[in-house]
């Protein structure tokens, strides 16, 4: 009798531990299964500019067109981000060894630093898609460097430091060229920086009809995409020089409902896609060049951003100064028509 009852004091301690491992077991492997369920979701950028990308400020503070004192007066004038559009290969900034300069790092210091004292949130976008498109072969260590550089020092950063891990991959950088590239770039930054948002965007120019070419890691809910926006394209780009538009002028954009529609359906098969994917979406650039006429321009941005904003999608505007422009340095006033339809005054003061 008493070795029955010890026999069945021990099944029962047997079969509690067993029950307890499986229960243990069964958490974990619940918790594996959702490897980001305890990181924060990739932050809502708001409405942006594209900043310094032509900028004279990355070869000497004396030749800088861009002053300290714009980052609050963008923050005022309604935006929540500015965009840092990065060429340090086209600025020789980047040496033999693939090392940054210090001095092209100060000033990417001085900008981080300045956007962030105004409360604006930035984008570090590695811009070098002419360099990377022609030669993607013999520049892809250099994107890669950037990035191990720009992650370290970076990586104590706040969660408004947003890295965009190359803007408009396109020509020899092909869509499957591409997702290999950008996830050799994003391991790397995953290294330094595990819960940082990065923003990644598709080949053939970040272009929006190419999202379904984007490959992204299923297990990274930390990515925001990027898609660029131009549409109409004769509208959009009439006169400029770098296209085949540049003697064509007189283009208008009048709010039709067939004009209006296109847009809406364009953007309507991307959020398609967003849905699907689950993923929130941020429109890097898109503008309406100078030489269009202006109430045309107007009429055109106003009607994107509402609409991006009725679609709940960030957005960057190209760009603050050079051409496209929201501020004209030369004469220190705000493009107020374009600046208005990008920010309406009444809510300059309350965006974020």
């Known amino acids: 009798m ?55 400020i990355w070869k000497s503070k004396q030749t800088a067109r861009f002053k300290e004192h714009y980052f609050e007066m963008i923050r005022q004038a309604g935006f929540d981000h500015v965009r840092i559009n990065l060429h340090p290969l086209r600025d020789h900034a980047m040496e033999s060894d693939h090392r940054l300069s210090d001095k092209w790092l100060a000033t990417l210091d001085w900008a ?20 990377l498109g022609r030669a993607p072969d013999i520049n892809k260590q250099s994107m890669l460097a950037f990035w191990r550089q720009i992650s370290e020092r970076y990586k104590d950063k706040p969660d408004e430091v947003v890295f965009e891990i190359l803007n408009e991959p396109n020509k020899k950088l092909t869509a499957d060229l591409w997702n290999q590239y950008f996830r050799e770039a ?29 490959e992204l890691p ?9 898609v660029h926006y131009y549409n109409p394209f004769a509208f959009t780009h009439q006169g400029a020089g770098w ?20 847009i809406i359906d364009d953007f309507a098969k991307a959020q398609a896609w967003a849905n699907e994917h689950d993923r929130p979406m941020y429109v890097g650039e898109f503008g309406a060049y100078d ?62």
């Open 186 to 214: 994003l391991a790397i930054i995953r290294k330094t920086n595990p819960t940082r948002t990065v923003i990644i965007g598709p080949a053939s120019w970040n272009n929006i009809n190419a999202l379904d070419t984007l």
């Open 112 to 131: 981080v630093n300045q956007s962030l004292a105004a409360d604006l949130k930035v984008i570090l976008d590695f811009h070098e898609f002419n360099t």
């Open 2 to 56: 008493l070795m029955l009852l010890t026999r069945c004091r021990f099944l029962l301690i047997t079969l509690c531990l067993s029950a307890f491992v499986f229960v243990a077991r069964a958490e974990q492997t619940s918790e594996s299964a959702k490897p980001n369920a305890a990181i924060k979701q990739p932050q809502h950028l708001g409405r942006g500019v594209n900043i310094l990308g032509y900028d004279g």
């Open 291 to 352: 030489k269009g006429d202006m109430d045309s321009r107007v009429r055109w941005t106003s009607f994107v951003t509402r609409h991006l904003e009725e679609l709940g999608w960030s957005w960057g505007y190209w760009q603050f100064d050079g051409d496209f422009i929201v501020y004209d340095i030369d004469k220190e006033h705000w493009v107020e028509p374009i600046r208005n339809a990008l920010s309406p005054p009444k809510q300059n003061q309350t965006s974020k």
């Open 243 to 262: 296209t085949d538009l540049k003697d064509k002028l007189g283009v208008t954009w009048d709010a039709t409902a067939d004009q209006k529609q296109a």
């Open 218 to 226: 299923e297990e990274d809910r930390l990515i925001v995409v990027t």
